[in-house]
Nanobody, 122 residues
Framework: QVQLVESGGGLVQPGGSLRLSCAAS????????MGWYRQAPGKQRELVAT???????NYVDSVKGRFTIPRDNAKNTVYLQINSLKAEDTAVYYC????????????????WGQGTQVTVSS
């Protein structure tokens, strides 16, 4: 069993930055691909970024150039660095872990965090 705990959300002005953290309860990054999802009000949850066990990263087009997904293996923590925030980035952000190397579908994920709210507003 793996517990994932997100933190770092909050209220930020448009154009600002946030760093979300996802701490895993044990060492999993050498086996699991990690993903960050988000769910905006009234919308389906969408995958925004992944980092594979091999360290390869992928991003949905709408966040490319603004989001990065670094990982600290020593701390069992994966991050979502969010820059140039826009109102449409407002959502609950979730981290998740999958043993599927590419982790492109929600049903492939085995473990989920509780989510952290990001609100972008002036």
């Amino acid at each position: 069993q793996v517990q994932l705990v997100e933190s770092g959300g909050g209220l930020v002005q448009p154009g600002g930055s946030l760093r979300l953290s996802c701490a895993a309860s044990r060492t999993i990054f050498t086996i699991y691909t990690m993903g960050w999802y988000r769910q905006a009000p009234g919308k389906q949850r969408e995958l925004v970024a992944t980092i594979t066990s091999g360290g390869n990263t992928n991003y949905v087009d709408s966040v490319k150039g603004r989001f990065t997904i670094p990982r600290d293996n020593a701390k069992n923590t994966v991050y979502l660095q969010i820059n140039s925030l826009k109102a449409e980035d407002t959502a609950v952000y979730y981290c998740a872990a999958t043993r599927n190397y590419y982790g492109t579908r929600e049903g492939q994920y085995d473990y989920w965090g509780q989510g952290t709210q990001v609100t972008v507003s002036s």
